[in-house]
């Protein structure tokens, strides 16, 4: 049995919803389980409050310690200025005493993110995230172009060669993540799943 981890860091509930699509795509792979956490926020209560963000959200906290525990592991993030926020940042910075051990060599890493606009660094955000899942030895996964809408034009959308992403939009613009961006993020978790499947066995 291949086991997952979903782990993801949302604000307004854009990477909380691909999150949960990624899992329902590992969940399409038999030999497969999956589990959905976040990581801890960071910013104080009355600044959440001010901003809208989303605090009562289902997944329970992961900490560092528990990721050797997965075969796979598919990490998602929103975009700050190009990078990984902060929060996952943090996460990941307690990640050392795994490294020294090399818990998570030869493990699945994969990545998706959104941003508010369509050039705002959905790519960077996910290979700069990738820098760091190679220095733990993890094996990248992507979102292959067999997911054929990566290459549509009938719509606004997200979406990588390097992982699903999402447009949010701003102010009156916003939305959460289209059929389409949730259908990219079930077609990765399943790919994942697949290749974690494989390699467990």
């Known amino acids: 049995m291949a086991n997952v981890l979903v782990l993801y860091y949302s604000s307004y509930g854009h990477i909380e919803q691909m999150a949960a699509a990624q899992a329902e795509g590992v969940a399409r792979v038999p030999g497969c389980t ?9 910013a104080p209560q009355e ?8 605090l009562d959200q289902a997944a329970p906290i992961a900490t560092p310690d528990e990721l050797e525990q997965y075969d796979a592991i598919v990490f998602g993030t ?8 902060a929060q996952m940042r943090n996460f990941l910075d307690q990640t050392g005493p795994l490294w020294m051990r090399g818990a998570l060599v030869g493990k699945l890493g994969s990545v998706f993110c959104s941003t508010a606009s369509q050039h705002g660094g959905q790519e960077t955000t996910i290979t700069s995230f990738h820098t760091t899942l190679l220095h733990h030895g993890m094996i990248i996964v992507g979102l292959p172009y067999t ?7 009938r ?8 992982g699903a992403s999402c447009v949010t939009g701003a102010g009156a613009e916003l939305r959460m993540p289209t059929a389409l961006e949730l259908e990219m993020c079930r077609y990765q978790g399943e790919h994942v799943g697949r290749i974690a499947r494989r390699l467990v066995q």
């Open 78 to 85: 929103p975009t700050r200025f190009g990078n990984m926020a």
């Open 147 to 153: 997911f054929k809408d990566l290459s549509t034009m």
């Open 155 to 162: 719509e606004v959308t997200g979406g990588t060669p390097y």
């Open 47 to 54: 600044v959440c409050v001010a901003a809208g963000f989303r």
């Open 34 to 42: 999956v589990v959905v956490k976040r990581v801890a926020e960071l």
